[in-house]
T-cell receptor, first 111, second 113 residues
Framework: SQQGEEDPQALSIQEGENATMNCSYK?????LQWYRQNSGRGLVHLIL?????REKHSGRLRVTLDTSKKSSSLLITASRAADTASYFC???????????FGKGITLSVRP | EAGVVQSPRYKIIEKKQPVAFWCNPI?????LYWYLQNLGQGPELLIR????????DSQLPKDRFSAERLKGVDSTLKIQPAELGDSAVYLC???????????FGQGTRLTVV
């Protein structure tokens, strides 16, 4: 079963604009992880945010976590054509630290 | 540092035939995952190992799928016999521990005809 649900399913923006992607989940988490996947490739880890953290940054990426709303957001600032990919949130839950993924968001950045 | 290595990259087999996938995780990573990914979907966990022990195989269809991780390093995933619905990408990932980020291989794209 998939724990996380990303929103929107697809997003198309112009190069230079910011992209905001959301992830909601159902149960308490150990941590939440965002990944990128280019067509035909494996997933690449972007950021991990722990359940006791509220915000993390990495370059042009900013992730927030609201455990009261059971949601997270990934913000990509000043997007580039190379950011075109699918983005997934991975939910790490339970004492057995199971890592499950949602269906993903398809981001298209137009040059 | 070498990443997660999977082979083969592509495999085409006829239904009812057996198939095996191989994964070499990043050195020192104790946790190993096998995921299945259908087109347009997210990865679905099949099995997770901590060292050589399968700690979560609840999603593995045990009537036809099997996996092993010898000596807590390399792992193989086998399907016997394959069905048309098994066509998908099979992803292997590893991590230092189950609470840390996972590193994925390129995947094996299986086509069952």
């Amino acid at each position: 079963s998939q724990q996380g649900e990303e929103d929107p399913q697809a997003l198309s923006i112009q190069e230079g604009e910011n992209a905001t992607m959301n992830c909601s989940y159902k149960t308490s988490i150990n941590n939440l992880q965002w990944y990128r996947q280019n067509s035909g490739r494996g997933l690449v880890h972007l950021i991990l945010i722990r359940s006791n953290e509220r915000e993390k940054h990495s370059g042009r990426l900013r992730v927030t976590l609201d455990t009261s709303k059971k949601s997270s957001s990934l913000l990509i600032t000043a997007s580039r054509a190379a950011d075109t990919a699918s983005y997934f949130c991975g939910i790490n839950t339970g004492a057995n630290s199971k890592l499950t993924f949602g269906k993903g968001i398809t981001l298209s950045v137009r040059p | 540092e070498a990443g997660v290595v999977q082979s083969p990259r592509y495999k085409i087999i006829e239904k009812k035939q057996p198939v095996a996938f191989w994964c070499n995780p990043i050195s020192g990573h104790n946790t190993l995952y096998w995921y299945l990914q259908n087109l347009g979907q997210g990865p679905e966990l099949l099995i997770r190992y901590e060292n050589e022990e399968a700690v979560d195989d609840s999603q593995l269809p045990k009537d036809r799928f099997s996996a092993e991780r010898l000596k807590g390093v390399d792992s193989t995933l086998k399907i016997q016999p394959a069905e048309l619905g098994d066509s998908a990408v099979y992803l292997c990932a590893s991590s230092k521990g189950s609470y840390t980020e996972a590193f994925f291989g390129q995947g094996t794209r299986l086509t069952v005809v």
